[in-house]
DNA sequence: TACTTGACAGCAT
DNA sequence: AATGCTGCCAAGT
C-alpha cells in the first residue's frame, strides 16, 4: 500500500528538526534529505500539518531564493522572521539571507 | 470528475 | 536581477 501522509509528514518532520540554531534548509533539501527529492510541495504541506504547539523548527525552512514563502498575510511569516534573527540571521534590504552563509548542509 | 491553488524549484528568456 | 513557464502533486472547490 502506499505511505500514508502521516508517515510522510513525520519523515519530513525529523529532517525539519535536524536543521541546526542559526542555519536554514531550504524545501527542495528537506524534501532530498527524506528521500523524496522534487516533493518540494509536500514539505509545504507537512509544515502546514504541523501542531501549533510543535517543538519542530519549522522556521528553519525557506525557500530556494532564500526568503520566506508565508503569505504577507500570515502572522506567521513575520514570527519566522524574528525567530531566525534571534538566531542570528541576517536578511538583507530585499528581505532575502545568505544561503550560502546560513544554508544546511 | 474537472479545475484551481499553493509554506516549491529549475530552467529559459 | 527579474519574469515567465513547466513539472510537481496534495487539497480545496
Redesign the pocket.
Known amino acids: 500500500m502506499a505511505t500514508s501522509?502521516q508517515t510522510i509528514n513525520e519523515q519530513l518532520w525529523q529532517v525539519v528538526a535536524m536543521i541546526p540554531r542559526g542555519r536554514v534548509c531550504?524545501?527542495?533539501?528537506v524534501?532530498r534529505q527524506a528521500g523524496m527529492p522534487?516533493?518540494?510541495?509536500?514539505?509545504?504541506?507537512a509544515?502546514?500539518?504541523?501542531p501549533n504547539d510543535s517543538r519542530i523548527p519549522?522556521?528553519r525552512?525557506?525557500?530556494?531564493?532564500g526568503r520566506i514563502?508565508?503569505?504577507e498575510s500570515s502572522p506567521?511569516r513575520s514570527y519566522?522572521r524574528s525567530q531566525l534573527e534571534m538566531e542570528g540571521v541576517v536578511f538583507n534590504a530585499?528581505n532575502r539571507l545568505d544561503l550560502k552563509q546560513y544554508g544546511w548542509p
Do not use: C, F, I, M
Request: hydrophobic share 35%; glycine share 10%.
Open positions: 501522509r531550504t524545501y527542495g533539501e524534501a522534487g516533493a518540494a510541495r509536500r514539505v509545504g504541506k509544515l502546514q500539518d504541523l519549522w522556521y525552512v525557506v525557500n530556494s531564493q514563502s508565508l503569505p506567521s519566522q530585499a
